[in-house]
C-alpha cells in the first residue's frame, strides 16, 4: 500500500514538473514584452529596459523559469505586473469561491448521479430506466454556461428566489453558499448527466459478473447482490469519471464565474488576459493544474482503498 | 434501425444540410444591421425572431453552424490522425519504451484541465478560430491513443493476431491490416462523441471570447451577446442555446446508434 | 492418488423408502419460443451423486440454473421441481431466496470471477451465514438457534481443506490460485449444509491433479453430510466412478439415464454410446519411419521480469522455460503435456520464433529459428500453427479465402491468379470443406469447421512442421474425435510431422508417437507414448497418470 502510494506521489511530482514546464513554455513563447505593453507605445526605450529589470524579465529564461518555480514552492507567486501586488494575494480571495464553487458542484453531481445511476441499472429497459437514460441524455448535451442563464431567467428574473450574480463574502456563510448555489447547480447537472451513465453502465456491466450469480446463489435478492457486490466494483470506473470530473468542474467554474459576476479566478484570468497580465496567468493556470493534478493523485489513492489487488500488486 | 440512430441522424442531417445551405441561401442578411429590427419575438416574418442589431437569429444560426462544425470536425480529426496512429504504434510495441512514453504523454495531457489550457493557449496566441481548434485538437489526441491502445492491446493477444504473426507479418502490416479495421467501429463511435464535445468546448470558449471572433458569426457568442438581454428579450438567449442542445443531442444519439447498430460491447470514453 | 469412491449405493431410489429430495418432473423451459429444455425427468435422493452429461448446448446448465431459480428473466419454466416436497417452480423471489444458498448451494465453472475480487474470502463465506440469519430474523422465526458467523466460516474453510494458518479469513481472492479459489466457493456453497448441492463444471477449469482434489473433496462432503449432489459435466470420465448414476442429455432432453455401472454396460442410446466412444478414441496414426532430424531445442531457456518488490531492489525474474532440450524428427508426431503454466506456451511461442530466448538454441533443419532479434522467415516458411479458440483464430472482417492464404506471405513469390484458386481448394478440400467455402465468411462455420479451417491455413504452404497448440481442447468430444481423426489422415497422407500440445492426457494418447512431459519450467520426462503413460518413470508424471480421469473399459460393469 505504502509502495502504491509512493509511486503515485513521485507520478505526481513528475506531472507537476512537466506542467510546470509547460506552462511556462508558452507563457514564454507569447508574442508581445509585458514591459512595452503595460508602458504604452510611446515609452522611451530606457524606461522599458528599467521595468523590465525591475520585473526581472532580463534574466534568462531557465533563471527566471527557477524564480518562479521556486517561489511557487514557498508561497510566492510573483507580483502582478498591472497591479504591482503580490499575485499570491490576488488569488487567494478568489480561490474562497471557486474552489467551494467546484467541491459544492461536485457533491451536488455525486449526490444526484449515483441514486439515479443505481435506480437505471436496477431495473434495467423499465420506465424509470428509459426515464433516467433520457434525461441524462438531455442533461449531457447541455452547455452548462448556458443552462446558467436559464436558472438566472427562471430563479432570479421570474420568480426571484436567488440573486442574478454577486458574492456577498463569506461572512455570512448561508448567503455565501446561497450565492453559489444557482452556480453550482449549472455546473453540477451536466456533469451528473455524465456520471449517471457511467455509473449505470458500470454496474450493469458489474451485474453480468459471475460473482454477482455467486452471490446470488447464496440466496441474495437482486437488490442485495447490487448493493453488496456491484456499487463497490462500479466505484473503480465511476472514480475515474469523478477524477477526471473536477477538472471539467473546475474549469467550467471559470466560465459560470462571467455568468453569475463572481469574482473568482476566472474573472481574474479574464481580467489578466485581457490586460496581458501573463505572471498572473501563468501562475492562475499553475495552480488549477495542481489541484486537478492533486485530485487524481487523491483517486488514485481512492482506488487502492477500494480495490485490493492494487495495494499488493502496486 | 433503432430510435436512436433515426433521430439522431435526422437532427444531425438537419444541421449539416442548414449549414450547406447557408453558403447559398439565408432567410435574412448576417451583416446588415437593422436597429429598428432589433430584439424582435419569432413570428412569421423572422422565424426565431432578431438579435439586438435587428440580425435574423435564424440566419445567425445557419452561419453560426459552420464555426461549430468545421472547428469540431477539424478538432477530432487533429485527435483521430495522431491519436489513432499513436495509440496503434503503442499496443505494438506493448512494453517497450515507445508504449511507456505515449502512455506517459497521454497520461499527462489528461491530467491537464483542457478548458484551462484552451484559455491559456488562446489567451497567449490570440483569440480565434484556429487556436480554438488547436486547443480542443490537443486533448482530442490523448482520448483517440487510449482508447486505441486499450482495443489494440486486447486485440493483440487474439489468436488471429498470433497467426499472422507466425506468418512473418511485421508489426506495422498487422496493425494497419487487423488491427486498424477492427478497432474502426470503435472510433467511429467514439468521434461522434468527441465531435459532439467539440461543439461544446467551441461554444464555450466563444462564449469567454476566445473562439472565432467577429464578424464571424458562432453559437457561442449569440450566447454572450444575448447575456444582458436576458431579461427583456429571452428569445435571444433562449434559441441559440437549443441549438447547441439539439445539435449535440443529434451527435450523441448518432453515435448511440451506431454503437448499438455497430456492436452494442464497444466501450466509448465519455468525460 | 486414490479417486473418490461412489457413495455406495446401488440402487439410489429405493421404491418402499422416502420421496427423493430433489424431484423433477416433465421440466420445460423455452426461451423466446425456442425450447431449451423437453419435458425432462430426474430425481435425486439425499446422499446420491447424480452426473448431468452431455455436450455444449444440451441443457444440462439450464437444469441446474432452472432448479436454484436462476434463470434470466426472458426464460420461462413450466413444469415442476420439487425439493423436499416443496415446488421450487410457484415459489415467489423471496423464498427462493431463503431457499438458495441454505437448502441449495451451488458451484460454478470458472473459480477465477466467481469470487467478488473486492472482498476477503471471510466476509463472502460469511455472508451466506449472515444473510440467512438476517432473513430468519427478519420472518420472526427464531427456531434456529443463531450461528456464530465468523466462526462458522472458519470452521467450512478448514473442512475445503484451507487451513487458518495459510487461509486466514483476511485473505482477498486475488492471492489464492484457481483451486483454492474453488474450494472457497464449496465453502460458501455448504456453509450451511443444504440438503442439495449443485456444482456445474466444477473442475473444467482446473488443472488434472487439482480436479482430482477438487473430485475427492466433493465426493467426501457428500459421504459425510448425506448431501445430495448434482454433477453436471461434459466429461463422461470425469463422473464415470464418482456418480451413482448418469443422465445423458441431448439437445434438451433426457436421452438415457441409469445407475453408472448398468449405464456403461448397456449403453442404450446410440447418442451415449457414440459419446463414450468419441471420449475413448483412438486415432489411426499408422506407421511412421521417423527419418534425419527436424527440429532441434538445445538448452533452452526464458526469463520473465517480476514486479519489482521493493523500490529499488533490482528486479527478480521468473524463470519460465528452464533449460529445455529435445529433438523432434522428421515424420515423427510428438506430444507435450504439462499443466497451466509449467511453461509449455512460452516455450511453444520461442520455438515458433515469435519471442527470442534467454539462452540455448532453436534450429529447424539446423537454421536458427530467430536471429539477431528477428525471426528467420526463411524458417519460418516450414512451420505453421493451429490454435485452441476456433472463434478467436480468425479475423471476422475476411472472407475464408483470404484467411487460409495469409501464410503466402511468407514466401517470395506466392501463387496468383489460378494457382492461388487450386492451392486453396487443395486445401479446403484436404481438410474436408467444399472449394466453394472460400467465399464465406468466418462466422457462417461451427467451432469443429473452424478448426478445420485453422488446420487449411497451416497446411497451405506445406509446412515440415505443424504446432497444435490445444487445437482440440476448445471442442465438444464427438468433433474432437473428427479432428483427430483429420490429423492423422493428414499425418498418414502427407508424412506430416507435428508437435501437439495439451493438457489433456487422453487426447495426446491418442494421437501422438511420443510424449514430452513438462514441469516447472522442465522436461521432467520422455519417451514413446503408451511407454511413458503405462509406465510413467517421473514422479511428477505418475501423479498426472493418476490423477486424469479415466472410462471404464468397454462392457465392464
Request: charged residues 20%; hydrophobic residues 50%; glycine residues 8%.
Amino acid at each position: 500500500m505504502l509502495r502504491y502510494a509512493l509511486k503515485r506521489l513521485a507520478s505526481l511530482i513528475v506531472s507537476l514538473a512537466v506542467a510546470s514546464v509547460v506552462i511556462f513554455l508558452v507563457v514564454e513563447v507569447a508574442p508581445g514584452d509585458p514591459a512595452s505593453f503595460m508602458l504604452g507605445i510611446n515609452a522611451r526605450p530606457d524606461t522599458v529596459a528599467a521595468l523590465r529589470a525591475e520585473l526581472g524579465l532580463d534574466a534568462s529564461p531557465l533563471q527566471r523559469y527557477l524564480a518562479w518555480v521556486g517561489g511557487m514552492l514557498t508561497g510566492d507567486f510573483g507580483t502582478s505586473y498591472t497591479y504591482r501586488t503580490p499575485v499570491s494575494e490576488m488569488i487567494g480571495d478568489r480561490l474562497w469561491i471557486s474552489l467551494p464553487l467546484a467541491i459544492y458542484a461536485l457533491t451536488l453531481s455525486t449526490l444526484i448521479a449515483f441514486p439515479a445511476g443505481i435506480l437505471a441499472a436496477s431495473r434495467r429497459g423499465s420506465p424509470r430506466d428509459i426515464g433516467v437514460m433520457a434525461a441524462t441524455q438531455l442533461g449531457v448535451a447541455i452547455p452548462n454556461f448556458w443552462f446558467a442563464m436559464l436558472l438566472v431567467l427562471l430563479f432570479a428574473i421570474n420568480l426571484r428566489w436567488f440573486s442574478a450574480g454577486g458574492f456577498p463574502g463569506w461572512d455570512n456563510p448561508f448567503q455565501a453558499m446561497k450565492a453559489l448555489t444557482l452556480p453550482a447547480i449549472a455546473l453540477a447537472l451536466p456533469q451528473a448527466a455524465i456520471l449517471a451513465r457511467v455509473m449505470r453502465s458500470a454496474l450493469i456491466d458489474i451485474l453480468s459478473e459471475d460473482f454477482i450469480r455467486t452471490a446470488r446463489a447464496k440466496g441474495l435478492t437482486r437488490g442485495q447482490a447490487l448493493r453488496r457486490h456491484g456499487l463497490r466494483n462500479a466505484l473503480i470506473p465511476v472514480l475515474t469519471i469523478i477524477g477526471l470530473q473536477f477538472s471539467f468542474l473546475l474549469a467550467g467554474a471559470i466560465i459560470i464565474e462571467q455568468v453569475f459576476f463572481l469574482p473568482g479566478l476566472g474573472r481574474l484570468i479574464f481580467q489578466s488576459i485581457t490586460q496581458r497580465d501573463l505572471i498572473v496567468v501563468e501562475s492562475v493556470v499553475m495552480l488549477l493544474v495542481f489541484a486537478v493534478i492533486l485530485v487524481n493523485f487523491l483517486v488514485d489513492l481512492a482506488y487502492a482503498a477500494v480495490d485490493p489487488r492494487l495495494r499488493t500488486r502496486a | 434501425m433503432s430510435r436512436n440512430l433515426l433521430i439522431g441522424g435526422a437532427l444531425t442531417a438537419l444541421f449539416v444540410a442548414a449549414t450547406l445551405l447557408s453558403f447559398f441561401w439565408t432567410p435574412g442578411d448576417v451583416e446588415a444591421l437593422d436597429i429598428a429590427r432589433r430584439l424582435r419575438p419569432p413570428g412569421a416574418e423572422n422565424l426565431l425572431g432578431t438579435d439586438h442589431f435587428g440580425r435574423d437569429i435564424l440566419s445567425m444560426i445557419m452561419v453560426g453552424a459552420r464555426t461549430s462544425i468545421a472547428v469540431a470536425l477539424v478538432a477530432v480529426g487533429i485527435g483521430m490522425g495522431l491519436g489513432v496512429p499513436l495509440g496503434l504504434a503503442a499496443a505494438a510495441n506493448s512494453g517497450g519504451w515507445l508504449d511507456e512514453v505515449i502512455s506517459r504523454l497521454s497520461d499527462l495531457i489528461f491530467a491537464f484541465p483542457s478548458l484551462v489550457i484552451a484559455i491559456l493557449i488562446t489567451a497567449v496566441f490570440g483569440a480565434g478560430a484556429i487556436n480554438a481548434i488547436i486547443a480542443i485538437g490537443i486533448f482530442n489526441i490523448p482520448v483517440f491513443a487510449r482508447l486505441t491502445r486499450g482495443a489494440a492491446l486486447s486485440l493483440w493477444k487474439r489468436e488471429f493476431i498470433m497467426a499472422a504473426r507466425v506468418s512473418g507479418k511485421s508489426r506495422a502490416r498487422i496493425s494497419a491490416e487487423h488491427i486498424l479495421p477492427n478497432v474502426a467501429n470503435l472510433l467511429i463511435v467514439q468521434g461522434t462523441i468527441q465531435f459532439s464535445l467539440g461543439i461544446l468546448a467551441e461554444a464555450a470558449l466563444s462564449y469567454v471570447g476566445l473562439g472565432a471572433q467577429p464578424p464571424v458569426p458562432s453559437w457561442g457568442r449569440m450566447l454572450a451577446d444575448a447575456q444582458t438581454m436576458v431579461a427583456l428579450a429571452p428569445h435571444v438567449a433562449i434559441i441559440p442555446g437549443l441549438a447547441i442542445v439539439f445539435m449535440v443531442l443529434g451527435l450523441n444519439l448518432l453515435g448511440d446508434g451506431l454503437r448499438d447498430a455497430l456492436d452494442p460491447r464497444l466501450k466509448v470514453m465519455r468525460t | 492418488m486414490t479417486r473418490p469412491l461412489s457413495s455406495g449405493r446401488t440402487h439410489p431410489l429405493d421404491p418402499e423408502g422416502a420421496p427423493p429430495l430433489l424431484d423433477i418432473s416433465g421440466l420445460t423451459v423455452t426461451i423466446h419460443d425456442k425450447t431449451i429444455l423437453d419435458a425432462i425427468s430426474l430425481q435425486i435422493a439425499a446422499g446420491e451423486i447424480v452426473a448431468l452429461t452431455g455436450e455444449s448446448g444440451s441443457g444440462k446448465s439450464i437444469t441446474a440454473f432452472a432448479t436454484m431459480g436462476l434463470l434470466p428473466s426472458v426464460a420461462k419454466a413450466t413444469g415442476r421441481i420439487s425439493l423436499d416436497g416443496e415446488d421450487l417452480l410457484s415459489q415467489p423471489e423471496s423464498r427462493l431466496c431463503a431457499l438458495r444458498g441454505n437448502a441449495m448451494g451451488m458451484i460454478f465453472q470458472e473459480p477465477m470471477t466467481a469470487l467478488n475480487p473486492v472482498q476477503t474470502i471471510g466476509a463472502q463465506v460469511m455472508e451466506t451465514i449472515l444473510i440467512h440469519a438476517d432473513a430468519t430474523r427478519a420472518a420472526g422465526e427464531d427456531a434456529r438457534p443463531p450461528i456464530r458467523a465468523e466462526e462458522r466460516a472458519r470452521e467450512v474453510l478448514d473442512r475445503v481443506g484451507l487451513p487458518q494458518d495459510r487461509f486466514p479469513l483476511s485473505r482477498y481472492p486475488h492471492e489464492l490460485s484457481g483451486g483454492q479459489r474453488q474450494r472457497v466457493v464449496i465453502a460458501m456453497a455448504i456453509a450451511l449444509r443444504p440438503a442439495l448441492l449443485i456444482a456445474d463444471e466444477p473442475t473444467t477449469a482446473l488443472d488434472v491433479t487439482t480436479q482430482a482434489q477438487i473430485l475427492d473433496l466433493l465426493g467426501e462432503l457428500v459421504r459425510e453430510d448425506g448431501m445430495a449432489l448434482m454433477m453436471i459435466t461434459h466429461d463422461l470420465a470425469v463422473v464415470s466412478d464418482m456418480a451413482d448414476r448418469i443422465a445423458v442429455m441431448r439437445k434438451g432432453e433426457i436421452v438415457e439415464q441409469g445407475p453408472t455401472a448398468t449405464l456403461f454396460a448397456q449403453m442404450r442410446h446410440p447418442y451415449t454410446r457414440a459419446l463414450f466412444e468419441a471420449s475413448r478414441h483412438k486415432a489411426d496414426l499408422g506407421q511412421t519411419r521417423p527419418e534425419n532430424t527436424l527440429l532441434r531445442v538445445e538448452g533452452v531457456s526464458r526469463d520473465y521480469a517480476l514486479p519489482r518488490t521493493k523500490l529499488f531492489a533490482p528486479r527478480a525474474h521468473f524463470r519460465a522455460v528452464d533449460r529445455v532440450s529435445f529433438d523432434i524428427r522428421r515424420g515423427e508426431r510428438v506430444g507435450l503435456v504439462g499443466e497451466s503454466g509449467c511453461g509449455k506456451s512460452t516455450l511453444t511461442r520461442a520455438i515458433l520464433g515469435l519471442e527470442a530466448v534467454a539462452e540455448g538454441r532453436i534450429t529447424l533443419d539446423g537454421e536458427p529459428v530467430f536471429t539477431e532479434g528477428h525471426p528467420n522467415l526463411a524458417v519460418r516458411r516450414k512451420m505453421q500453427v493451429v490454435f485452441q479458440d476456433p472463434y478467436g483464430s480468425f479475423n471476422p472482417r475476411h472472407r475464408v479465402d483470404r484467411l487460409i492464404t495469409e501464410p503466402f506471405h511468407l514466401l517470395p513469390d506466392p501463387p496468383k491468379g489460378a494457382a492461388r484458386t487450386q492451392a486453396i481448394a487443395d486445401a479446403l478440400t484436404a481438410v474436408g470443406l467444399q472449394p466453394g467455402d472460400a467465399g464465406k465468411y468466418i462466422h457462417a462455420f461451427s467451432g469443429g469447421q473452424r478448426q478445420r479451417i485453422a488446420i487449411a491455413r497451416a497446411l497451405i504452404i506445406r509446412p515440415e512442421l505443424i504446432v497444435f497448440d490445444e487445437a482440440v481442447s476448445a471442442l465438444d468430444v464427438r468433433v474432437r474425435a473428427q479432428i483427430l481423426d483429420l490429423m492423422a489422415q493428414l499425418s498418414r497422407d502427407y508424412g506430416l510431422t507435428y508437435l501437439f500440445i495439451s493438457h489433456d492426457l487422453s487426447v495426446v494418447r491418442s494421437i501422438t508417437d511420443r510424449v514430452l512431459v513438462m514441469r516447472a519450467g522442465r522436461i521432467v520426462e520422455q519417451g514413446v507414448t503408451t511407454e511413458v503413460f503405462d509406465t510413467p518413470a517421473h514422479a511428477y508424471t505418475r501423479a498426472l497418470v493418476a490423477a486424469a480421469p479415466t472410462l471404464p473399459e468397454e462392457g465392464a460393469s
